[in-house]
């Protein structure tokens, strides 16, 4: 009954499925345990909602990574938020943004406190607001990886920011993470799901790196559940045969070069910068500053902010070992006991794209049987 209900929700094509599931159910009898690590909350998400661990062997275990752009926020940008907020600046921001903890205050309540935060869909509404307030000053609290920070470069870029709005920026990349998360010897992980979003404007070349100097099976994969099973049965056909490649399942989306036009707008705007991933740590180049040009646009130089890490992850909280898939979700004592998405602890359990939430809301889960 569960899998019937499961098949004519997400399959499309429940024959393939079956037939892919299969394949791995072979493949993975040359291995005693297999991990593989992905790196997005979209693909955590499918995983979950199609119950495609289900469908995968005991000894075949996916485990999520650093792929929620709310989770690594450093709580030391939400508390200049909360400062800016609390001195009458107004912010708008994601509305993954907007439970998440920050060192001492979340936005919702530094809200309650008399501040004022607004939830926008993106930079352009965050734009067309400002536009239509002149008299009051706004700070877009510019969050996520290469998917969003493209779209604030281009916004940046032909001039569309007014005067009375300016930017907090946060952003991140994915392959100096990805670098940091694999390279940590104690995680084992045999193959890397890389993420389709971020692929799609970064290409598939940046991932080369993975199989080249790491020897991992890395695959570029949609976000259907065929093309997660089938970037999983790559991997172990690679891993069984001891061969380590890229492969970009998600040619559909997905070019060896990605978005040039979105790269241009990157490049020209922002100079990359060592960057504090929140549970993580400082990694080098791994987040994006305004270039001089744009500095006008920046609202740490304009309100005179110090960014720092701020109290990153809280005693008891486990995020900082879920981020790099050291930990699942189930493996915190704190998970859907004192943590819950109604009343979250820490990062990941608020946004939708935190393993932790995903799993509460949704019921994931790894047999650790195996
Ligand atoms: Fe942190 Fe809550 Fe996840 Fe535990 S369940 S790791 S406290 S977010």
Not at 82 to 89: I, R
Not at 261 to 289: M, Q
Not at 341 to 350: A, L, N, T
Request: net charge neutral; aromatic share 8%.
């Amino acid at each position: 009954m569960r899998s019937r209900k499961k098949f004519s929700e997400g399959y499309r094509d429940p024959a393939r499925v079956k037939q892919v599931a299969s394949t791995i159910g072979e493949l993975s009898q040359s291995f005693d345990e297999i991990k593989i690590i992905h790196l997005c909350g979209t693909h955590e998400y499918s995983i979950v909602k199609n119950g495609l661990r289900s469908l995968l062997p005991k000894n075949v275990k996916l485990i999520p990574g650093p792929g929620c752009p709310v989770c690594v926020t450093p709580a030391g940008h939400i508390d200049a938020a909360v400062e800016l907020t609390l001195s009458g600046v107004e912010i708008l921001t994601f509305g993954d943004m907007f439970k998440v903890p920050g060192s001492k205050q979340s936005l919702e309540e530094a809200k309650a406190d008399g501040g004022r935060v607004e939830i926008v869909y993106g930079l352009a509404d965050a734009i067309s607001i400002a536009q239509n307030n002149t008299d009051r000053n706004f700070v877009f609290f510019a969050i996520g990886f290469e998917t969003t920070s493209c779209t604030t470069a281009a916004e940046v870029y032909k001039d569309r920011i007014p005067e009375n709005l300016t930017l907090l920026v946060s952003h991140r990349l994915m392959p100096p993470i990805t670098e940091v998360v694999v390279g940590m010897g104690n995680l084992p992980f045999l193959g890397l799901l890389c993420p389709g979003h971020v692929s799609t404007i970064i290409g598939a070349k940046p991932w080369r790196i993975f199989p080249e100097a790491y020897q991992m099976p890395t695959v570029v994969a949609g976000f259907e559940p065929l093309d997660i099973l089938t970037a999983i049965r790559t991997i172990l056909e690679q891993a069984r045969n001891g061969e380590a490649e890229l492969v970009n399942e998600y040619k559909r989306a997905v070019r060896s070069n990605g978005n040039t036009k979105a790269k241009e707008f990157l490049k020209k705007v922002f100079k990359k910068t060592d960057g504090h991933w929140r549970g993580i740590g400082t990694v080098p180049s791994s987040a994006y500053e305004l270039r001089e040009e744009f500095k006008n646009y920046d609202a740490a130089e304009r309100y005179g902010l110090h960014l720092d890490m701020g109290e990153d992850i809280k005693p008891g909280c486990r995020c900082h070992h879920v981020i790099i898939g050291r930990a699942v979700p189930t493996e915190c004592p704190m998970f859907l006991e004192e943590c819950t998405p109604s009343s979250p602890f820490g990062p990941c359990m608020v946004s939708s794209e935190g393993a932790c939430s995903v799993w509460a809301k949704h019921g994931g889960s790894i047999d650790a049987s195996a």
